[in-house]
């Protein structure tokens, strides 16, 4: 099933990089796309429970989804991870 999940944080090419490298990792996740325009990520799910692990990752790397707390920790992670993103293009 198709899914799509608003985050927080993501700001470029190497955040959105970054997102999918660590979304695809999951098992019975797919079909990883960011559009950052609109802070958006979209995805498969073989199954509609793994969908708190998908928010569990983003929130792990610092990009939690709307409306979940947005830390100062969150919000360095994902300059991290953008950084990281970015280095790997």
């Not at 797919?30 to 509609?48: A, I, R, Y």
């Not at 708190?52 to 990009?63: A, C, H, R, T």
Request: hydrophobic content about 30%; proline content about 1%; overall charge positive.
């Amino acid at each position: 099933m198709r899914e799509s999940l608003i985050i927080q944080n993501l700001k470029c090419g190497g955040c959105a990089s970054t997102v999918i490298k660590q979304l695809e990792r999951l098992d019975g996740v797919s079909n990883v796309n960011v559009e950052v325009e609109h802070s958006q990520v979209n995805f498969d799910l073989k199954t509609n429970q793994l969908k708190e692990s998908v928010k569990n990752q983003l929130k792990k790397i610092g990009y939690p989804v709307e409306g979940e707390a947005n830390t100062f920790g969150s919000k360095a992670k994902s300059y991290i991870s953008c950084a990281t993103g970015k280095m790997s293009q």
